[in-house]
Nanobody
Framework: QVQLVESGGGLVQAGGSLRLSCAAS????????MGWFRQAPGKEREFVGY????????YYASSVLGRFTISRDNGKNTVYLQMNSLKPEDAAVYYC???????????????????WGRGTQVTVSS
């Protein structure tokens, strides 16, 4: 079992930045690939990106590539999502997820991730 708790959401102006955190407990965090997803009202949950267990590999959705960065601190059992140049369309509830696969395949499918947090709300004002 893995327990995930997201934090850091809030209200930010368009063009601003926000950093989300996801604290993990349970399964050995340092051997777990972690992903981020988001879900806006009335829309499907959307893949944002993932980071490998070592932090050496990251993969992002095209919609956030170059603006968002995922990192992790295995000593703190925490994964981060740094969001820059935020746009109104980035507003959503953001979820972190843990995969039992070393390389989630397909990376953007919810079924590739076994454990989920409850999410944190990000609001972007225009």
């Amino acid at each position: 079992q893995v327990q995930l708790v997201e934090s850091g959401g809030g209200l930010v102006q368009a063009g601003g930045s926000l950093r989300l955190s996801c604290a993990a407990s349970g399964r050995t965090f340092s051997s777990t690939t972690m992903g981020w997803f988001r879900q806006a009202p009335g829309k499907e949950r959307e893949f944002v990106g993932y980071i490998s267990w070592s932090g050496g590999n990251t993969y992002y959705a095209s919609s956030v590539l170059g603006r968002f960065t995922i990192s992790r601190d295995n000593g703190k059992n925490t994964v981060y999502l740094q969001m820059n140049s935020l746009k109104p369309e980035d507003a959503a509830v953001y979820y972190c997820a843990a995969s039992l696969q070393r390389t989630p395949s397909p990376p953007g499918w919810r079924s590739s991730y076994a454990y989920w947090g409850r999410g944190t709300q990000v609001t972007v004002s225009s």
